[in-house]
């Protein structure tokens, strides 16, 4: 079992920047992702990254403003999020995949098996 708290959302203008955070207890993964959703899309993944090479993988829409970073001692996975912008708004979730073979596909939904509750991250001016 694998527990994530999402944290560090918030209202926010455009132009600024937020860091969440992704808090996680009981097993470690193997790979976290965060993905965003809107009401009106679906789930959109965001960024990857592997526990033991922490090789990151970004959507095509990040284009450098997002950068994901973990640290192992404290089971925490980081997304700092710069140059926001109103599409940016969205519920953030980070989610945990367990299995070494998954962590291939980073980009995939079925590569994780645990979700944490989100955090809402809403720009406006």
């Known amino acids: 079992q694998v527990q994530l708290v999402e944290s560090g959302g918030g209202l926010v203008q455009p132009g600024v920047s937020l860091r969440l955070s992704c808090a996680a207890s009981?097993?470690?993964?193997?790979?976290t992702d965060w993905s965003r959703q809107t009401p009106a899309e679906e789930r959109e993944f965001v960024a990857a990254?592997?526990?033991?090479?922490?090789?990151?993988f970004y959507g095509d829409f990040v284009k450098g403003r997002f950068t994901i970073s973990r640290d192992n001692a404290k089971d925490s996975v980081y997304l700092q999020l710069n140059y926001l912008t109103p599409e940016d708004t969205a519920v953030y979730y980070c989610?945990?995949?367990?299995?070494?073979?998954?962590?291939?596909?980073?980009?995939?939904?079925?590569?994780?098996?645990?979700w944490g509750q989100g955090t809402q991250v809403t720009v406006s001016s």
């Open positions: 990254i592997r526990r033991r090479s922490g090789s990151v």
């Open positions: 989610a945990a995949g367990l299995r070494l073979d998954r962590t291939t596909y980073p980009t995939l939904r079925a590569s994780y098996d645990y």
């Open positions: 009981g097993r470690s993964s193997l790979i």
